[in-house]
């Protein structure tokens, strides 16, 4: 797990050290490895990232009574007091078909990204102790984050299906194409949690604004509403709105989990190939460009 | 002065491996174990080397073989941000302003100097002790050599991976003792495979009950934890390790036993390097001592020589 760069005095050191170090082939530690090592490495680290994030979940519940349990409880709770406040004290007429499966689908699909943004975004900070005594590769903080949301996510995917059920939804094979739009939805989040790991190191003041960033992108993203039906007479900024990301992988599952939404209608979603494209694209590059943008800063990370 | 007061509060340059426990039975009484002082270090002590460090003397002594250099630390400096609050972490400019300063809208990053342009040479088969006050740069010199902390100036350059002993900060308090020898196993560097391989020897070594590897961390007592993350951490051996504070864990049994396998990993080890305030530690394991005040070498040699000049100034 070692740094190994060539060796080039930093400010401040001498020549002499330098050339003896290189003598007897001595390394200079703490540097930022090639990106193909450092991806190297990552995966000699894999098993640590899967039990680091299979730990972090067990022991958010260990110390209650219920134990486990809460990965299910709490998503239903979540959904019970959105459908409280939409679908009876907020209540407007355009709502799309079966409200009570569309908000499920929507506040538990949005939570896998609101997830990986909050806890991403503290995965080094909060780790500090950890950042200071042992070598890895400081990604494996922030993927741990993502695996252990993804566990979250397959015990609310299983509470969703239920509750799509209870709605009167029947089970289909459309329903597997969940699995695509939340390993881009995947992607997409892992590469946010990389920036929001690093931005947080260098100015600890973001993780105080994540909440409202979050709460802005809950509503602008369509979890209670579908986008079409409200921005779409809004020229370009309707245009912009619902290109973002997460209304497309949000219009992605619901597209598959619910039928009677399905068609091009005044509430109803209609995806086509470049909806799909989409997804991935956004996955693929954000992942891509929020584990540069960390490796970036790897060896800073110890720092502060 | 400001930079010296915020790092030697402690929390600042000290307490940062995240392990808090083992800092138990450090205040042995050093002076009466002492051989008879040798020259160089009464000469060291008549020259009134304080802890101020008014005089930085280097005192080369040959301890232990002197062929292959493992570690080179080349004036190395190592500062810390940190957002300090209050008028006096704020500085003179504080006192000038009034209460503006004190209160401004944004808060400048204020650095703690915690290594100074420190420069020496570690080698094959060295056991090197520092001392120093606590907030003395000790710890963070560690963190610097392990390549845990960046460097602001200067370089270190080693060999293979130093490795600090310590593992508490991986472990999670509401899990079990299995599943946590397991992390820390896995956070320590080993494979999958290893750690199964190595899980007995970890269990049996750390002597705690069977029954109580079920139970979250929590529940076990300051001593229990120390041992199984003792246990843990030496349970892999490097080529540099660095050693803070991980001495005095558990029972004076347990004291014994892990003393012994600081000595194995001593022997498989290159070089070690060991971190206590105890003294009678230092001087039983290591050759070669290293004193650090306020971030600064001021004597570096022989275990007597140091120790003496360092309890006569700490005595003053």
Known sequence: MTSILPIRPETGAS???????????????????????????????????????????????????????????????????????????????SKPHNYTAFLVCGVFTIGLFSGCFTDGAKSLVANRGLVRTLHFPRAVLPIATLLNKLMELVATTVVMCVIVMLTG???????????????????????????AARLTVHLRDISQLIPFINRLIFYLSGVFYIVGNRFGDRGILGKVIEANPLNVYLSLVRYAMLEGIRGTGPNQISIDATTWIMAAGYGVVMFVVGFIFFWQAEGLYGRD | MTEQTSSQNGSVATDRSGEDLETIGQDAPPAEEKAAPKPAAKKAAKKGVGPTGLKKIKTRVPVGPRERPTVIVDNLHVTYKVYATGKRATGRNAEKKGLLARTPGVRRAHEVQAVRGISFTAYEGDAIGLVGTNGSGKSTLCQAIAGLVPAKRGAVYSEANPTMLGVGAALMNDLSGERNVILGGLALGMSLDEVKSKYQDIVDFSGLKPEFLDYPMRTYSQGMGARLRFSIAASVSHQVLLIDEALSVGDRLFGQRSEERIRELRESAGTVFVVSHALPTITKTCNRVLWIDQGKLIMDGGVDEVIEAYTEAEGA
């Open chain 1, 15 to 93: 020549q002499r050290a330098a050339a003896r170090a290189a003598e007897y082939g001595l390394v200079q530690l703490g540097g930022r490895p090639p990106l193909g090592r450092y991806i190297k490495e990552l995966w000699a680290r894999r098993h640590f990232a899967l039990e680091f994030a299979k730990s972090r979940f067990r022991s958010a519940n260990e110390a209650n009574r219920l134990g486990m349990a809460w990965v299910v409880l709490n998503p239903l709770i979540q959904a019970a007091v959105y459908g409280l406040i939409f679908g009876f004290i907020l209540t407007s007429n």
């Open chain 1, 169 to 195: 939804e029947m089970p289909q094979l459309d329903w597997l194409l969940i699995i695509p739009a939340y390993f881009f939805l995947a992607l997409f989040s892992g590469g946010i949690a990389f920036v």
